[in-house]
């Protein structure tokens, strides 16, 4: 008995030891992505506590940074997404989470009516020559229903200005926009419609 306490105690200590690590880690999705999987993208402010609001929804979060808690600036309009859960509205590290001043006109426009009409395709990530071949990245063989989202272009070019839409013929792809032409690589735009 004496020496399973010893244990527990050596064992006790060693975790006062090790440093806080945080539980929190998202893949990073595609704005239009996470607008087509989530229950709520809204516009809103976080208020003081205090303050009382006759037009108020309330969406909780974690109060800790290590239980995957998210800290809004006070007065500041942001862009906020997330799921219901028990008929709460919760958001957390891993939401769409942006200041909405900090969004491009086409991630607005994308939000008020393009990324619905996109939800019938998906966007994948992938890196570099990998972006031809998508069942490297777990895509099945019906590349039809996807747009290649290439991470690590400056700026994240298609995150921040890419639409993946349907066209005709069945095939997604990427809205040709000025901004995107502007931002992306030329050799992409055999990918864009």
Same mark, same amino acid.
């Given at each position: 008995m004496l020496r399973f306490l010893s244990l527990v105690i050596v064992a006790v200590l060693m975790m006062q030891c090790i440093p806080n690590a945080y539980g929190c880690y998202c893949d990073p999705a595609h704005p239009q992505?996470?607008?087509?999987t989530v229950d709520y993208v809204i516009k809103a402010k976080q208020t003081p506590a205090f303050e009382e609001l006759n037009d108020t929804t309330v969406a909780f979060t974690p109060s800790k940074d290590s239980l995957c808690g998210v800290d809004l600036d006070v007065n500041e309009d942001y862009l906020i997404?997330?799921?219901? !859960?028990?008929?709460?509205? $919760?958001?957390?590290?891993?939401?769409?989470?942006?200041?909405? !001043? !900090?969004?491009?006109?086409?991630?607005?426009?994308?939000?008020r009516f393009l990324y619905k009409n996109g939800c019938n395709c998906q966007?994948?990530?992938?890196?570099? %020559?990998?972006? !031809? #071949?998508? +069942? +490297?990245?777990?895509? $099945?063989? %019906? =590349?039809? #229903? =996807?747009c290649a989202w290439e991470r690590g272009l400056p700026g994240d070019c298609y995150a921040r200005k890419g639409i993946c839409k349907k066209i005709g013929d069945g095939r997604c792809c990427w809205k040709r926009t000025h901004a995107l032409t502007n931002c992306a690589p030329k050799e992409h735009s055999a990918h864009w419609c």
């Open positions: 992505q996470e607008f087509c997404s997330g799921n219901v !859960n028990g008929g709460r509205m $919760d958001l957390h590290y891993c939401s769409w989470i942006e200041k909405y !001043n !900090n969004l491009t006109s086409i991630q607005k426009r994308g939000i966007v994948f990530r992938c890196f570099g %020559n990998g972006c !031809n #071949n998508p +069942a +490297a990245f777990g895509v $099945d063989e %019906n =590349y039809n #229903n =996807y």
